[in-house]
């Protein structure tokens, strides 16, 4: 089929061939003459011998007769005619038809015809034809829908048609839509691509048109606004659904395209800290309703100081100590250690502090007394004329020992004028003695048996010296008017 340009057709070579099947289309104009008087094609056209006149020649007195029978094919059906015409053009008005503008004649209207000529008429048809949105207007000879898209070098096969290829077109034209098909593979959710012909334009036109509706979790590939051409791959996939915690936030669930739990962190935009615990690992592949868990974890490190309690007192037995007498070798003393205190937290909620190191910074000590076991030696025979400063230390219980001077600063006096009223030998029966108001374990235990058996019967120097060695193990707590010194 070949496409002319709108103007009027030439009359065809009076010597073309024939041929009933050929058509023309030319491209419609915008406006044309109208059409002469067709005839139908529903009765017979015949002209009988009867009803010519006879012609008589004057010159010679013969009588002559000229009538033939001509065959004429109109689209395709034939009829007989009769006639006394001589040309083409002739023997079509004694069939009563005429040639429009966009009708094709062969052969043309002024051939000579005899006894048995053929004619064959293709009437012209205004096709309006929309192909891929684009509209023109053709006149062809073509009978169908088919035949016409055949000569325009179109495959009808190749296109979705608002019209069934074989309906005829018919005198007054026809519009008709030409989609073109293409043929593509769909594969929807995970099932077998399917092949699909399709009008689409885009993929997401395609997938309108297939009636796949996309859900949030749903990707297409490749992209809703890909023109569809043929052989191509569109694909529907349901994005796994992930849910992510981290830390204390709240859990978030959402499809994803990420490979592995480490690409869903890093399209989340979440940063694992140094002691932060991942499950599960990174590279494990994401699957639908798979729990990704973040758990923060930070460790606070403090040190705290503690004292340590003064350990129990100790005595040590010395023989080199008279019996029944004391000394305090070593002062008893608190001590304190410096402790690195632990404290985990776990998504924001601290956890139980733990000791995790400690340096002694103060040692504590007890206090340890040695206690004399060495006995008295045997008591020499009486003097005869013993000192009265001797005969008053005898019977007084006063060893006569001499006592040390007071190294310590306290101001024994200033606790004794307290205690006592500064009355170094005061007893009152009440179980305290003395002007510092020892009790008698007290006495004892803090070697004032060097001295006197009661602190009564000792010098004011000697309570001193046996109250600078209580001081030092014990400082001025067994005073009460130790505020005082």
């Known amino acids: 089929m070949t496409q002319h340009d709108s103007t009027p057709e030439a009359t065809p070579d009076a010597t073309a061939p024939v041929d009933d099947a050929s058509t023309t289309i030319v491209a419609a104009q915008p406006a044309h003459a109208a059409p002469g008087r067709r005839g139908g094609l529903g ?143 769909l594969s929807v959710r995970g099932a077998a691509a399917t092949p699909v012909e399709s009008t689409a334009d885009t993929v997401g036109d395609l997938l309108t048109e297939q009636g796949v509706t996309l859900a949030a979790a749903d990707r297409v590939s490749p992209a809703a606004d890909t023109p569809v051409t043929d052989g191509l791959q569109v694909s529907v996939v349901t994005l796994p659904t992930v849910a992510l ?39 494990t592949p994401v699957s639908e309703g798979l729990q990704v868990a973040v758990t923060r974890i930070s460790t606070t490190d403090s040190v705290q100081t503690r004292a340590v309690a003064q350990p129990a007192d100790q005595t040590q037995q010395d023989s080199s100590l008279a019996q029944g007498t004391t000394q305090v070798v070593q002062q008893g003393r608190p001590g304190s250690v410096d402790v690195t205190v632990r404290v985990v937290t776990t998504n924001g909620v601290p956890g139980a502090p733990q000791d995790v190191a400690s340096t002694t910074t103060v040692e504590a000590l007890p206090t340890i007394t040695k206690v ?42 200033g606790i004794a004028r307290c205690e006592s009223g500064n009355n170094w030998s005061i007893n009152t029966g009440n179980g305290y003695y003395g002007g510092l108001q020892f009790d008698q374990s007290t006495w004892n235990s803090a070697g004032g048996q060097q001295y006197a058996s009661r602190a009564d019967l000792a010098t004011r120097e000697q309570q001193i010296a046996v109250a600078e060695r209580l001081y030092a193990s014990r400082g001025l707590s067994p005073w009460a008017c130790g505020y005082a010194g």
């Open 43 to 185: 009765r017979p056209l015949l002209v009988g011998v009867a009803a010519i006149a006879v012609v008589a020649a004057v010159s010679t007195g013969v009588l002559v007769t000229v009538n033939k029978t001509v065959s004429i094919t109109v689209d395709g059906q034939q009829q007989e005619v009769s006639t006394l015409a001589g040309s083409v053009a002739g023997a079509l008005e004694s069939a009563g038809l005429s040639v429009g503008e966009h009708d094709r004649l062969a052969p043309a209207a002024g051939t000579s015809i005899s006894d048995g000529s053929q004619i064959v008429l293709q009437r012209g048809r205004l096709l309006t034809l929309t192909v891929d949105g684009q509209e023109q207007q053709l006149w062809t000879t073509a009978g169908t829908v088919e035949q016409a898209m055949t000569e325009l070098g179109q495959d009808p096969a190749d296109f979705q048609l608002s019209a069934n290829r074989s309906r005829e077109i018919p005198l007054d034209g026809l519009a008709v839509t030409a989609d073109t098909l293409h043929e593509v593979a």
């Open 245 to 283: 915690a981290v830390g204390a936030d709240p859990v978030v669930s959402a499809p994803t395209e990420a490979a592995t739990v480490g690409d869903v962190l890093a399209a989340a935009g979440v940063t694992l800290g140094p002691e932060d615990t991942l499950t599960p690992a990174a590279e």
């Open 372 to 413: 004399g076991t060495k006995k008295a030696a045997a008591a020499a025979p009486a003097a005869p004329a013993a000192s009265s400063a001797s005969s008053s230390s005898s019977r007084s219980g006063n060893t006569g020992a001499a006592a040390p001077a007071s190294s310590s600063g306290v101001n024994w006096d």
